[in-house]
T-cell receptor
C-alpha cells in the first residue's frame, strides 16, 4: 500500500537547466508535504515543504508545487547545479498521523556538466 | 556540532544475536524517531517518542524495542536478529509538526 509514489527512479539533467521531480499521493488526509535530499552514506536532509493551504512554495532555486485535485506535487530546481546530484525523497503527513511521515521511494537526480 | 548522531555506522552480526543502535540529538527536540530503509529504498517509520513517551509504534516485531532514557536519546535494541532485519536504520528528531532532522544511518547486515 504505497501512499506516496515517485514513479521516476532516476532523472538526468544538464547543468543550468531545470530539474523537475514528481510525486503522487493517494491519501486525501495528507495536508503537509516535504522534500528531502539525500547524499550517499548520509541521512536525508530537509529541503522544502508545503502545506495543503498553499499551491506553491519557493526557497531560492527550489520551488514546490502542489495540485491537490490531482494529488500531485513537484519539485523544481532551477538552475540545476552539480551539487544537486542526490536522491530526492517526497514525504507526506496529515490527519491522525500528523507526526508520521510517509516517504516515497526516491528519485536519483544526476546533474551533468 | 553533530545534530543527530547514531552509532555504530556499520553493524555486521550473525542471525540470532542481540544488538543495539544508539541515537543522540543535541537540537533540544522533544520528539525522536526510528525509521527503517529497506532493500527497496523505502523509508518507513518504526517508532516515535515524545518526551520519553512512546507515541507511534508501527507494525514492528516485538524483537525490536526502543528505549528513551531521556528526551535527547532514543536507542533501538533488537533481539534474535533475522536475515530480514538487514537494512539501514535512521534515527531522527524534530519539534512537533516540524521537519525531521535525520542521523546518518546505521547499516545493519545480518549474516
Amino acid at each position: 500500500d504505497q501512499q506516496v509514489k515517485q514513479n521516476s527512479p532516476s532523472l538526468s539533467v544538464q547543468e543550468g537547466r531545470i530539474s523537475i521531480l514528481n510525486c503522487d499521493y493517494t491519501n486525501s488526509m495528507f495536508d503537509y508535504f516535504l522534500w528531502y535530499k539525500k547524499y550517499p552514506a548520509e541521512g536525508p536532509t530537509f529541503l522544502i515543504s508545503i502545506s495543503s493551504i498553499k499551491d506553491k512554495n519557493e526557497d531560492g532555486r527550489f520551488t514546490v508545487f502542489l495540485n491537490k485535485s490531482a494529488k500531485h506535487l513537484s519539485l523544481h530546481i532551477v538552475p540545476s547545479q552539480p551539487g544537486d546530484s542526490a536522491v530526492y525523497f517526497c514525504a507526506a503527513s496529515g490527519g491522525q498521523g500528523a507526526q508520521k511521515l510517509v516517504f516515497g521511494q526516491g528519485t536519483r537526480l544526476t546533474i551533468n556538466p | 556540532d553533530t545534530a543527530v548522531s547514531q552509532t555504530p555506522k556499520y553493524l555486521v552480526t550473525q542471525m540470532g544475536n542481540d544488538k543495539s543502535i544508539k541515537c543522540e540529538q543535541n537540537l533540544g527536540h522533544d520528539t525522536m524517531y526510528w525509521y527503517k530503509q529497506d532493500s527497496k529504498k523505502f523509508l518507513k517509520i518504526m517508532f516515535s517518542y515524545n518526551n520519553k513517551e512512546l507515541i507511534i509504534n508501527e507494525t514492528v516485531p516485538n524483537r525490536f524495542s526502543p528505549k528513551s532514557p531521556d528526551k535527547a536519546h532514543l536507542n533501538l535494541h533488537i533481539n534474535s536478529l533475522e536475515l530480514g532485519d538487514s537494512a539501514v536504520y535512521f534515527c531522527a528528531s524534530s519539534h512537533p509538526y516540524s521537519p525531521l532532522h535525520f542521523g546518518n544511518g546505521t547499516r545493519l547486515t545480518v549474516t
